[in-house]
């Protein structure tokens, strides 16, 4: 370790690295954090005698607010797109899988008869790897509407044995799934511009919409925070009982019923 270097750290050069980063202000911030635990470890050691992290600013708030969409626009949007895109739009509008997740999955974590999605692993940059947080691995509730169209998309795809992909890529022989951002780029964000969505929209977009609607419906706190699998050191989550399954699936289907309602008011 070059101990030289380490006294020659400066707290304005880390914020600005930590700027220069293409990375979102929260995980930044645990950049921050892990390299001050780091600086601490070297004082207890008398490897250095001071920590210039301390002194380094970095926010972990959001740089721009979550895009949100209106149930009639997720309506619209399903209507525009084709059997894939629609079946991954609604699978990730009503379930709030992350996109690594959501094309991560394979048609044995889908029970049909249990009426659960197992997530147990995750894909990014077609690396497979596990889930993003403990709580992450928790089953989900399959409403009937998804499972239908999961149904609906096993029959259509060539795909569609037990320990292939759910949206397994025909250009790679089944063997790795579809790009989700390339999907997003060149098919959905275009066909949400042709119906009048103005707002840049990607696939966390309908996490934030199911998280949003999970709120307007008040769903219990503790009831969202399972169906979003967050894990949450809140004191005020942690006093809460564990949610039933029954809870889960009620406030799931509230939200994909939404979808129907809209559709017929429009109608």
């Not at 600013?57 to 626009?73: D, F, G, Y």
């Not at 692993?121 to 009937?144: H, M, N, W, Y």
């Not at 275009?190 to 199911?210: M, V």
Request: with cysteine; hydrophobic share 40%.
């Amino acid at each position: 370790m070059d101990i030289a270097a380490l006294v020659r750290v400066n707290a304005g050069e880390v914020e600005l690295w930590l700027r220069s980063l293409p990375l979102a202000r929260s995980s930044c911030a645990k950049i921050r954090n892990l390299m001050s635990v780091v600086f601490n470890h070297g004082i207890r050691h008398e490897i250095c005698d001071r920590n210039p992290i301390q002194l380094v600013r970095q926010s972990a708030k959001r740089k721009t607010v979550p895009v949100i969409l209106t149930v009639n626009e997720v309506q619209r949007l399903i209507a525009v797109l084709g059997i894939r895109e629609r079946t991954l739009v609604l699978l990730a509008f009503g379930t709030g899988l992350r996109m690594s997740e959501l094309f991560g999955l394979k048609w044995h974590d889908i029970d049909f008869q249990g009426n659960e999605i197992s997530v147990t692993r995750s894909i990014v940059f077609q690396v497979v790897g596990p889930c993003k947080t403990e709580a992450s691995q928790k089953p989900v509730p399959l409403d009937a509407r998804l499972a239908e169209a999961l149904k609906v998309w096993r029959h259509q795809t060539k795909y569609g044995e037990v320990d292939d992909w759910v949206f397994a890529s025909p250009a790679a022989r089944g063997e790795r799934p579809y790009w989700g951002q390339c999907l997003m780029r060149s098919i959905i964000r275009p066909a949400a511009a042709k119906i009048g969505i103005t707002q840049r929209i990607g696939w966390h977009t309908f996490r934030h919409t199911y998280s949003s609607l999970l709120r307007a419906n008040r769903t219990d706190i503790k009831v969202t925070q399972e169906l979003l699998r967050h894990a949450s050191s809140r004191v005020t989550l942690d006093t809460y009982t564990q949610a039933v399954t029954l809870q889960k699936r009620k406030a799931q289907s509230k939200v994909i019923r939404l979808l129907r309602a809209s559709s017929e008011a429009a109608g």
